[in-house]
């Protein structure tokens, strides 16, 4: 009984080894590739100088959560700010035309991560993509 | 950036073809209000609509067709279920026969709501300024709201929509009704229905603020006695309807 106990031990412990060199994997990329996977380097260029953040890092890390925040300060209480609402995404972030007729996603930007690590956006399922027009949501 | 100046005046417009009937109308003419884009939704507002029962015609479809074109939502027979956020409903008392009335209705932004009532995510909820909205992000889809509503002004999305607003996030299995377009009140315009129907020269509908006793609104409702529907609910309802009974 023990002996299984302890086998199922180091069975976990493997399994959460794999799993970690797994993501920093899909994190980091493969060591020596320059840090940055192979499909996230394909995206295309934003428009603009700066994000609504400076820092790249943060908003990788955290954009779903700004989205959300921001969200509930439009929606729910009317305070809209352009600049931070979807369509804001949009205006940087979409993909030029010429690289769409080539056959890119609309969203390719956001798509080419969410891909890469297997995150469904279900984003523009309802908000438009277009580039015209006002959401501000 | 033009639309978010603080008092909203680059987007004042006056409509001259409204100010031109003012004689027979409620008051039309200027519809545009203060814009408040970082402020957030003002308590001290309460945004109604007045309907003029008297100048609509049975036969126009404007403030429908603005809507929908305003808010993207697809015509009824396309398979995505019978979305609609305003419909033109005759009105006819079956006791006396005596003639009709042809009325706009769409959500009658409560100030005691029952769909806020029974929405079990809160995601029904009222704006400070009484609009009453779904936040889409919250609403599961459970319907409660649509049978709470007495005046069947919210719409279910069954299916997915191809052709999305930029005006309004649609997404199947949320349901939603008139938004009283609040990006455009947001940015100082007033609802696209309001601007249609005095385009097409009916100027039916006046929109405004009920609590500023200096709004058109409420000066048109000094002077013409306007009643919400089903007012033995008691609902406080945003929009009034003047010339009913
Ligand atoms: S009219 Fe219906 S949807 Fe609109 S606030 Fe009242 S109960 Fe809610
Ligand atoms: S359908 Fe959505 S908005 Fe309506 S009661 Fe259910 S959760 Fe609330």
């Given at each position: 009984?023990?002996?299984?106990?302890?086998?199922?031990?180091?069975?976990?412990?493997?399994?959460?080894?794999?799993?970690?060199?797994?993501?920093a994997?899909?994190?980091?990329?493969?060591?020596?590739?320059?840090?940055?996977?192979?499909?996230?380097?394909?995206r295309?260029?934003?428009?603009?100088?700066?994000?609504?953040?400076?820092?790249?890092?943060?908003?990788?890390?955290?954009?779903?959560?700004?989205?959300?925040?921001?969200?509930?300060?439009?929606?729910?209480?009317?305070?809209?700010?352009?600049?931070?609402?979807?369509?804001?995404?949009v205006?940087c972030?979409?993909?030029?035309?010429?690289?769409?007729?080539?056959?890119?996603?609309?969203?390719?930007?956001?798509?080419?991560?969410?891909?890469?690590?297997?995150?469904?956006?279900?984003?523009f399922?309802?908000?438009?993509?277009?580039?015209?027009?006002?959401?501000?949501? | 950036?033009?639309?978010?100046?603080?008092?909203?005046?680059?987007?004042?417009?006056?409509?001259?073809?409204?100010?031109?009937?003012?004689?027979?109308?409620?008051?039309?003419?200027?519809?545009?209000?203060?814009?408040?884009?970082?402020?957030?939704?003002?308590?001290?507002?309460?945004?109604?609509?007045?309907?003029?029962?008297t100048?609509?015609?049975?036969?126009?479809?404007?403030?429908?067709?603005?809507?929908?074109?305003?808010?993207?939502?697809?015509?009824?027979d396309?398979?995505?279920?019978?979305?609609?956020?305003?419909?033109?409903?005759?009105?006819?008392?079956?006791?006396?026969?005596?003639?009709?009335?042809?009325?706009?209705?769409?959500?009658?932004?409560?100030?005691?709501?029952?769909?806020?009532?029974?929405?079990p995510?809160?995601?029904?909820?009222?704006?400070?300024?009484?609009?009453?909205?779904?936040?889409?992000?919250?609403?599961?889809?459970?319907?409660?709201?649509?049978?709470?509503?007495?005046?069947?002004?919210?719409?279910?999305?069954?299916?997915?929509?191809?052709?999305?607003?930029?005006?309004?996030?649609?997404?199947?299995?949320?349901?939603?009704?008139?938004?009283?377009?609040?990006?455009?009140?947001?940015?100082?315009?007033?609802?696209?229905?309001?601007?249609?129907?005095?385009?097409?020269?009916?100027?039916?509908?006046?929109?405004?603020?009920?609590?500023?006793?200096?709004?058109?609104?409420?000066?048109a409702?000094?002077?013409?006695?306007?009643?919400?529907?089903?007012?033995?609910?008691?609902?406080?309802?945003?929009?009034?309807?003047?010339?009913?009974?």
């Amino acid at each position: 009984m023990r002996r299984r106990h302890r086998l199922a031990w180091i069975g976990s412990g493997a399994a959460l080894v794999l799993a970690a060199t797994a993501l920093a994997l899909a994190v980091g990329g493969l060591p020596g590739d320059g840090g940055e996977p192979a499909a996230i380097a394909d995206r295309p260029e934003p428009r603009g100088e700066a994000c609504v953040h400076d820092d790249p890092e943060t908003m990788r890390r955290e954009h779903m959560d700004l989205l959300r925040s921001h969200k509930d300060a439009s929606v729910r209480e009317g305070r809209r700010d352009a600049e931070r609402s979807m369509q804001g995404c949009v205006e940087c972030h979409a993909t030029p035309a010429e690289q769409q007729a080539q056959g890119a996603p609309e969203m390719a930007f956001c798509t080419s991560c969410h891909e890469y690590t297997a995150v469904e956006m279900g984003c523009f399922d309802c908000h438009s993509s277009e580039m015209e027009g006002h959401d501000e949501r | 950036m033009s639309d978010r100046d603080p008092v909203g005046i680059s987007r004042r417009r006056l409509l001259g073809g409204a100010a031109a009937l003012a004689g027979a109308a409620l008051t039309p003419g200027l519809f545009l209000v203060q814009a408040r884009p970082q402020g957030g939704a003002d308590a001290g507002v309460r945004w109604g609509l007045l309907v003029d029962t008297t100048r609509c015609r049975e036969e126009c479809q404007a403030c429908v067709e603005a809507c929908r074109e305003e808010n993207g939502w697809p015509a009824a027979d396309n398979g995505t279920g019978d979305i609609h956020w305003i419909r033109k409903v005759d009105l006819q008392d079956p006791e006396t026969d005596g003639a009709g009335h042809s009325v706009p209705v769409m959500c009658q932004h409560c100030a005691e709501p029952p769909c806020v009532s029974v929405c079990p995510t809160r995601a029904s909820f009222r704006r400070a300024d009484g609009i009453v909205l779904v936040d889409k992000h919250r609403c599961i889809g459970c319907r409660y709201c649509m049978v709470a509503c007495p005046f069947h002004a919210r719409a279910f999305v069954h299916a997915p929509v191809e052709e999305r607003s930029p005006n309004h996030p649609r997404g199947k299995g949320t349901v939603e009704s008139c938004t009283l377009c609040v990006h455009r009140i947001d940015r100082g315009e007033a609802p696209a229905c309001v601007e249609r129907c005095a385009e097409a020269g009916h100027t039916a509908l006046v929109f405004g603020d009920l609590n500023d006793p200096d709004s058109e609104i409420r000066r048109a409702l000094r002077e013409h006695s306007a009643e919400a529907l089903r007012p033995d609910l008691g609902l406080g309802a945003g929009v009034r309807y003047h010339g009913l009974s």
